[in-house]
Every structure is written in structure tokens, then in C-alpha cells.
């Protein structure tokens, strides 16, 4: 939920609080039990059985949030609304104030500026409606930049307790206090990560580990609050606040899948998975049997993949600054200088509107979509997203419309805090980075890799990385270990004439001069391009689906290196999807659509060991793993690159 600004809110200045208002709406409310809500961070909290009072850090003269439940709803609910306000208004003189805004179909949302004891406070009230009775959430501040500072809070305080309409009875959903019963607090459970669990005896690839995970509804909107909250407990057990029960877990060829018996969960299915911050859980058909519609849930273990997620939504969540806009119809024209402002609004050309954030709905997706009312972009629909450089963009396809912004990249966590534990004795005894190829010659029918790469990099005493770096040679450090706790790298052993890597299966290795035969193919050194003089433009394509597939497309990006270090990058290709009566290429055709993309950057690059920077003109930075591999006659092959992941050949070369 994103909260309106009222834009004439302009001239708040920093005073203190005046808690005599506080008396009237004591006097006003009714039960504080009615309602669940979660506290946020730093803030205190004072319940009665009338009223809860939510303190900012720093106290009440930073910030005030007070719920004032179960209020009766007597007629037209914006009327409703005013008449409200103007009670609780009445200990001052109101001195500016919005107009009552519908932000959705059961929220209502006004904001009052009020003169009392010789100070101004800005209070926005937003109610949210459940048939005819109401909750009542208000957030007291003393200018804008506090409004600014406590929407997140205030946001997820409302998203927390009663915000959704009441169901018919015996269909409740998870938000409103019960999916199959009374809402109970949960104990707390002892948190344990993978290498934890590894360690007494579970199998995190294949097992769920007996922690706390978060449980995110797949629905619209930009909430950042867990719906529900699911504890794993010893013997295929669960707990939540609203009861228990029991799943299973089974393995599918490369798929984990979990079956949940009895209980709030019961009837749903799902997935788990291991990331490199925890596992996560995706859960499909909670509350099938008794949901008018069911749900769907994405949970992430509670710790590094919960935060990992968070701060991917931010990523998602446009921030408030002015973003340069360029046509993207080929002329790049200028056009204009987007606002994004607090609360869901924005200014364009001197003219304002609104829009509202959907990043939860495919909360794997790299942007998020943005739908705008009012205003010059009166129902546009656009894109945003940040990428790892600090590259702010907002995409408005309907208009050819790109707004840009570099900014300091906001960092994902890469590591734990733990240190790997020592490779058992007899391992190791190789040393340095090896790499190999081939080509995949099924990769135009299904997809996939069409020069498909192995790396590894040998440490002697006995780990292996086996997956290639991101920027640097420095990050195949096998000391560290995953924000999960498990080792960054693998355990090999060589002996016999064999080599064992992880959990693999025994394969043939031997030394062959300067490369390594494992399993019958060849993996050379790598080489450093550090010092090769460049020149000419390098192509790579990466092929998405297939002609096997209902989704098929393809990228080609162009590097091309100039004298003086100067680089010009171009990216081109689409993705066309196809709809069919079977869901596959053999059946009848309903309709498709097909989707496009070029840009072109430049600006300067250099070569330092194996990582090639790249400095563009805009003042971002990409850092890139880069190497070649020797050719035929044991020299540098420098008409085939591998750069940050993919394979770049030399246009025009041999």
C-alpha cells in the first residue's frame, strides 16, 4: 500500500506534539483486543482497552501513531470519515486540509493540518473498512520529512492488523486475525541455518530445516509485512498462529516437493529450495476447502534470505527524486524530468498524479510495476527497478519513455559471518583457475546455453569453487562461506587416478601439460586480458526458450573496443511468447506477443587481473569477471572472450 501525499502539506514547522488531543480520541474509542497489528521497529507501545498509542524512536514529540478499532459505521463511509476528523480535530484550529481519497476498496484516507497550543501537527487518518464498522489508523507528525520518514512504518503498522474486508462467515483469510480459527502467539523457536542443520544430521537440499519462515502472499501490492508466519517443527510438524499440522517432503527428479496435512495448511502444496541465504518455501492451495479463492505464498527462513528479500523490494519500491527522462522511439529526445514524491505521487510538467506499486505478485521479478491515475500520465502503465550499479529505472512502454538515475547501488549481502571449516586430510594438491566449453547443439530447439562453460578454481588445500566469479578472481576465497553458512566452495580429493568433487560421482582425471582432463574433457588455464590490446567489436547472443518451446527469443550484446580505452556497448532482441489450446507448440494458436529491447552506452573500460571495469558515461560502474582461454598454439585466443558470463566472439574474425 502506498499512502497519498496531500501536496499542499508545505510549511510544517519542526514543533512538538500536543498530547491533549490524545484525551479526545481515548474518549472516542472502543476495544483495542478487536485488532492484531505488528509494531514496527523502535517504536513503543501502550494499549488500554480503548486505545493503542505507538511512540517514534526518539519519543512522542518525533512522531505519534495511535489504532483506534471497532468504530461504527453509520451511512456513506467518507462521510463517515469527515465527520470523524472533524471530532477529532476539534482541540484546534484546522488550518489546511486534503480532500477524503479512496486508496482502495476498503481504505479511506484524509490529511489535516492543525494549529493547537501555538503549534502546527500534521495527522493523516486513514480508515480501513470491514463492512459497517472500521479501524481507525492516524499518524501524527510535526512536519513533512517526519511524514516522509514514518510512511514506511505507518504502512506496514496498517498492513499489519485489519486490512482486508471481513469475509462471510467460515471463509477468513489471513490479515483479518484468522485463516481457520483464533489467532495464538507463537513460542519461540531456536533459529538454525544449513550448515547448522548439516551438521546434526539434515539434509538441506531435501529437507525442511526446524526454523521460523515468513510467509509473503502473492497478491498486488507493495506491502512489506508477512501474511503469516510458519514454524518448522522436529518430525515433519508445523505451527502457526492460526493451528498445526503436519507436511512431507518428497524428491521429484530435481525438484523438492511438500504435501501439508491438517491444520491452516491443509490440502496446500508446494516447493522448497536452498539459496545460498536460507531456504524457501513456496507454498500453492492454502485454505482451498474453505477460501472462496485460495492462495498462494512465497515464505523465506527468517534471518538472511527474509532480509535478502526485503531488500530486494526496496530495489522494487520507486524512490522519491527527480529522474531525467529520454524518448526510447530512437530520436532520444529529452523528455522532461519525472518527480517521484512521497506517499505515491509524482509530478510531471508541473503537474501531479498518483501511482501505485505491485512488486508482490512475482516476488522473484527483477522491477515492478507501476500504475499511474491523474495527471499527464493518467493510466500509463511502466516499470521499475534498480540493478546492481545504482541504475534507477522507470520504463513508461506506452509512451517510448525511459527516466534514469544513478545512484549509490544499494549492496545484497554475499557472505556469512562464519568461517569454512578445514577439507578432510588427503584432499587437495591442485592449484589455479581451469575452464572448458561445448557446444550445445539443442539449445536453438529447447533453450539454454549455446556455448556452454565449466570453471573451476583449485585451492591446495583441498576446495574448489566450482561456479565462475562475478567481478574478481579474489571472491573463489574458499574461507568464506554463504549468508546460509555453508562453504562458498566444494571438497575434491584426487586419487587413483580419479578425482571426486563434492557430491559427485568419481571421474577420470589426469594432467596433460598445462591443462587438466577431467571426465574425458579438457579444462585450460585461464588467462588474464590484462595488457592485450583489443580492437574490434565482440558479439554474444543468449537464446531464451526455444522452437520447442511456447517462449522463444534471443539477446545479442555488442562490446566493441576502441583506441584510447573508449567502449561502445549495444544490447538488441525480443522474446516472443506464444499462446497455444495445449500449452505446447503442437497445439492450435491463440495469440502471442512479442517483446523488444535496444540500448546502447559507452564510456571507458580497463583490464586488472581478470576483472575488466567498465566506467560509463552516466557515472555508473560495472565490474565484470573477464578471461580468455589459450588457443592452438598456447597463445592467449583473443577472438574469444568470456565476460561476465557470457561468450563474445570477434565479428569477422577466423
Not at 31 to 53: C, E, I
Not at 224 to 229: A, D, I, K, Q, V
Not at 567 to 590: E, K, M, N, Y
Not at 609 to 618: A, E, N, R
Request: aromatic share 8%.
Amino acid at each position: 500500500m502506498m499512502l497519498p501525499a496531500p501536496l499542499r502539506f508545505v510549511r510544517w514547522p519542526v514543533l512538538l506534539l500536543v498530547c491533549a488531543w490524545c484525551v479526545t480520541a481515548v474518549a472516542w474509542a472502543q476495544r483495542v483486543g478487536s485488532v492484531n497489528f505488528t509494531v514496527p521497529p523502535g517504536w513503543t507501545v501502550k494499549t488500554d482497552a480503548q486505545l493503542a498509542t505507538l511512540t517514534a524512536p526518539g519519543g512522542a514529540a518525533q512522531g505519534l501513531m495511535l489504532v483506534i478499532p471497532d468504530q461504527p459505521v453509520n451511512g456513506e463511509a467518507a462521510t463517515w470519515l469527515g465527520t470523524v476528523v472533524r471530532q477529532l480535530s476539534g482541540d484546534g484550529q484546522v488550518t489546511d486540509e486534503s480532500e477524503i481519497q479512496r486508496i482502495s476498496e476498503n481504505r479511506l484516507i484524509k490529511g489535516v493540518e492543525v494549529r493547537t497550543g501555538g503549534r502546527s501537527q500534521f495527522r493523516l487518518y486513514l480508515a480501513v473498512l470491514q463492512e459497517q464498522r472500521a479501524t481507525l489508523y492516524v499518524l501524527v507528525a510535526p512536519d513533512a520529512a517526519a511524514i516522509g520518514r514514518f510512511q514506511s512504518a505507518f504502512t506496514g503498522l496498517v498492513n499489519s492488523g485489519s486490512g482486508a474486508p471481513r469475509q462471510a462467515q467460515g471463509t477468513p483469510t489471513p490479515g483479518s486475525g484468522s485463516l481457520t480459527g483464533p489467532r495464538t502467539a507463537l513460542p519461540d523457536v531456536k533459529p538454525m541455518n544449513a550448515a547448522q542443520f548439516l551438521a546434526s544430521g539434515g539434509d538441506p537440499e531435501s529437507s525442511v530445516i526446524p526454523d521460523e519462515f515468513r510467509c509473503y502472499q502473492e497478491k498486488k501490492g507493495d506491502s512489506l509485512t508477512p501474511e503469516l508466519t510458519v514454524q518448522i517443527l522436529p518430525g515433519g510438524k508445523y505451527r502457526t498462529p492460526f493451528g498445526t499440522g503436519s507436511f512431507t517432503v518428497k524428491k521429484d527428479g530435481s525438484l523438492v516437493k511438500t504435501a501439508w496435512r491438517g491444520g491452516p495448511l491443509d490440502g496446500a502444496s508446494g516447493y522448497l529450495s536452498l539459496t545460498n541465504h536460507g531456504q524457501n518455501l513456496d507454498l500453492r492451495d492454502v485454505g482451498e476447502e474453505v477460501l472462496e479463492r485460495s492462495l498462494s505464498f512465497e515464505c523465506y527462513q527468517r534471518g538472511p534470505l527474509e532480509q535478502l528479500r526485503l531488500l530486494e523490494f526496496k530495489r522494487r519500491t520507486p524512490a522519491p527524486a527527480s529522474y531525467p527522462c529520454v524518448s526510447t522511439d530512437g530520436s532520444n529526445q529529452r523528455g522532461g524530468i519525472l518527480e517521484i514524491l512521497p506517499g505515491g505521487a509524482y509530478r510531471l510538467g508541473g503537474q501531479g498524479g498518483r501511482f501505485s506499486t505491485d512488486f508482490r505478485s512475482d516476488q522473484d521479478d527483477d522491477w515492478s510495476d507501476l500504475a499511474f491515475s491523474g495527471g499527464p500520465l493518467d493510466d500509463q502503465r511502466a516499470s521499475y527497478g534498480e540493478n546492481a550499479q545504482g541504475l534507477r529505472q522507470l520504463r513508461l512502454s506506452g509512451l517510448k519513455l525511459e527516466c534514469r538515475l544513478v545512484v549509490k547501488p544499494t549492496a545484497l549481502p554475499r557472505y556469512g559471518a562464519a568461517k569454512a571449516p578445514a577439507p578432510p586430510k588427503g584432499s587437495g594438491g591442485l592449484s589455479g583457475a581451469y575452464a572448458g566449453w561445448w557446444l550445445n547443439p539443442v539449445a536453438l530447439m529447447y533453450g539454454g546455453c549455446h556455448m556452454c562453460w565449466e570453471v573451476y578454481v583449485f585451492a591446495p588445500n583441498g576446495y574448489v569453487l566450482t561456479e565462475e566469479p562475478e567481478e574478481s578472481l579474489s571472491e573463489a576465497d574458499c574461507s568464506r562461506t554463504h549468508p546460509n553458512g555453508l562453504p562458498i566452495c566444494e571438497v575434491y580429493l584426487v586419487q587413483g587416478g580419479q578425482i571426486v568433487i563434492g557430491k559427485a560421482k568419481p571421474e577420470s582425471f589426469k594432467k596433460s601439460g598445462a591443462d587438466l582432463i577431467i571426465g574425458g574433457d579438457t579444462f585450460q588455464p585461464l588467462r588474464k586480458l590484462e595488457g592485450v590490446a583489443l580492437r574490434g567489436t565482440f558479439e554474444a547472443q543468449t537464446v531464451v526458450g526455444g522452437s520447442m518451446s511456447t517462449v522463444s527469443g534471443s539477446y545479442q550484446n555488442a562490446l566493441t573496443f576502441a583506441p584510447q580505452g573508449r567502449f561502445t556497448r549495444a544490447r538488441s532482441g525480443g522474446i516472443v511468447a506464444t499462446a497455444t489450446t495445449t500449452g505446447t507448440p503442437q497445439g492450435d494458436l491463440l495469440g502471442g506477443v512479442y517483446a523488444s529491447s535496444e540500448s546502447q552506452n559507452s564510456g571507458t573500460y580497463a583490464f586488472k587481473d581478470y576483472t575488466l571495469t567498465l566506467t560509463y558515461g552516466d557515472g555508473r560502474v560495472e565490474r565484470r569477471f573477464a578471461y580468455a582461454l589459450p588457443g592452438k598454439d598456447g597463445k592467449l585466443d583473443a577472438e574469444l572472450l568470456r565476460i561476465g558470463g557470457e561468450s563474445y566472439t570477434l565479428k569477422g574474425g577466423k
